[in-house]
């Protein structure tokens, strides 16, 4: 693409998009360099709505439109049980699924001291400001199955256990390093089913 910086240069930002190479990031932009005026413009106005609309959630952490996601919103849910998740593309994955009924706290993401990811910086403030409010009987910890989201999930065990609520992991049928987010719906709900007093 030599001769074609700005070609260049969206190709190498497209191809940061989860499980997209260079080859189907190059394929996006042909594609959108035949797009028209009203496409282009589409494109751009999404974009923004989501940079300007998105922010994360009061309460939870999740996505949300306005100060409180739709989750927290439905006082159908039980505030009883708590699931903690790392992202929200893992809470995505329970409510696409659709047979979780209480609410969920999201942490960010995982300890990891080697990327530098302490405590200081998810979302665990809230989530002990939430315990120590009361009236959560039990606290399903469902980071994922990986050495960072152990290690997470005990961090969250031990910050539950004054509360006094019973804490619960979900059971390992789990593979081993695999994501949340990627289980089909019949897996998570024999993890969520089959979870354990941790
Ligand atoms: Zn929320």
């Not at 260079?22 to 413009?41: P, V």
């Not at 940079?51 to 959630?57: A, E, G, P, Y």
């Not at 199955?145 to 979900?170: D, I, N, W, Y």
């Amino acid at each position: 693409m030599k001769g074609l910086p700005s070609v260049e240069r969206a190709i190498a930002v497209f191809s940061r998009f989860p499980g997209i190479g260079k080859k189907s990031a190059g394929r996006m932009i042909y594609h959108i360099l035949r797009y028209g005026e009203q496409d282009i413009e589409q494109l751009l106005q999404t974009l923004q709505a989501l940079r300007d609309r998105v922010t994360s959630c009061k309460i939870c952490h999740n996505l949300a439109e306005g100060d409180i996601c739709w989750v927290c919103e439905d006082n159908r849910r039980d505030s009883s049980l708590l699931c903690v998740l790392e992202e929200p593309s893992d809470l995505m994955a329970f409510e696409k699924a659709g047979f979780f009924k209480g609410t969920y706290h999201v942490l960010g993401g995982r300890l990891n001291p080697l990327d530098d990811v302490g405590p200081e910086q998810l979302n665990f403030a809230s989530l002990e400001q939430r315990l120590l409010k009361g009236g959560i009987k039990e606290l399903v910890i469902a980071t994922n199955p990986t050495v960072e989201g152990e290690a997470t999930a005990h961090f969250v065990a031990q910050m539950a256990s004054s509360s006094g609520c019973k804490v619960t992991r979900l059971a390992y049928g789990l593979p081993m390093g695999g994501e949340l987010e990627y289980l089909d719906e019949s897996t998570l709900y024999q993890a969520l089913n089959g979870r354990r007093e941790f």
